[in-house]
């Protein structure tokens, strides 16, 4: 197992434009298709992924910026939504996010601003629960296409946090490939995919990657309780 605190690459099959649960460390080369797909036929494909997390007893805090609204359509629109969303925000605006992470994030879309949402996710949704259901928090921090040319790279940062360890999604994206849409709609797709995994579920969401995509995985275990005790992260050790 991994020491505490320690970084844990995910091993990393071939798959064909597919996450599964022995998902991937780079997605450099995974096969065609998708991108242009209509939001009908990708919430069919979805639903029964979210029937399967709304039937799980975790209960979520998701925040997004910058993209990933879709997925929070796709998880308030199948029923049972109630079951495991607690809470969604999006603090797209620089006071909002502030105000959400309690300090100023040295950028906006990067994997390190995607932890902490999801760390201060995950520690709204403990002060939420009602019961002893799992607690998570589940974040997007990501710079996509919009109505005028970007010059850095698109990119996505998708973060999941629990008790145990906390899992990063580094996705950069194909730039000029897809509109905004379909951008989005990769996006938010990978979240849901990390939702499932989070729930304690397996996961094959169809994400329509291509060859010009690279989607990263990183796992952390989290420090000892005593650790996490004095960080904020634990309330208290037993």
């Keep these: 197992s991994t020491p505490p605190g320690k970084k844990d690459r995910v091993p990393s099959p071939r798959l064909r434009g597919k996450v599964r649960s022995d998902s991937v460390e780079t997605h450099d080369e995974i096969g065609d298709g998708g991108h242009n797909a209509h939001l009908p036929r990708i919430m069919e494909?979805?639903?029964?992924?979210?029937?399967?997390?709304?039937?799980t007893p975790h209960k979520a805090v998701v925040a997004v910026s910058g993209a990933g609204t879709q997925a929070v359509a796709w998880l308030l629109g199948v029923a049972g939504a109630s079951r495991t969303i607690l809470e969604c925000l999006v603090p797209y605006g620089r006071e909002s996010m502030n105000s959400f992470l309690g300090f100023e994030p040295e950028q906006s879309a990067s994997a390190q601003t995607a932890d902490d949402m999801a760390r201060a996710a995950f520690k709204k949704a403990r002060t939420q629960l009602e019961d002893d259901s799992p607690a998570v928090g589940l974040a997007c921090a990501a710079t996509i296409a919009t109505d005028r040319p970007k010059r850095g790279e698109h990119r996505a940062f998708v973060s999941a946090w629990d008790q145990e360890a906390c899992t990063t999604y580094s996705l950069l994206?194909?730039?000029g490939l897809r509109d905004?849409?379909?951008?989005?709609?990769?996006?938010?797709?990978?979240?849901?995919?990390?939702l499932s995994l989070l729930s304690g579920l397996e996961s094959d969401v169809e994400?329509?990657?291509t060859p010009g995509d690279s989607l990263e995985i990183e796992r952390r275990e989290h420090p000892s309780p005593l650790a996490q005790l004095l960080s904020g992260d634990a309330d208290w050790v037993v």
């Design 45 to 55: 494909q979805l639903r029964p992924h979210i029937e399967k997390i709304h039937a």
């Design 173 to 175: 994206l194909h730039k």
């Design 180 to 194: 905004r849409a379909g951008e989005e709609e990769l996006v938010s797709g990978l979240i849901v995919h990390a």
């Design 207 to 209: 994400l329509g990657l």
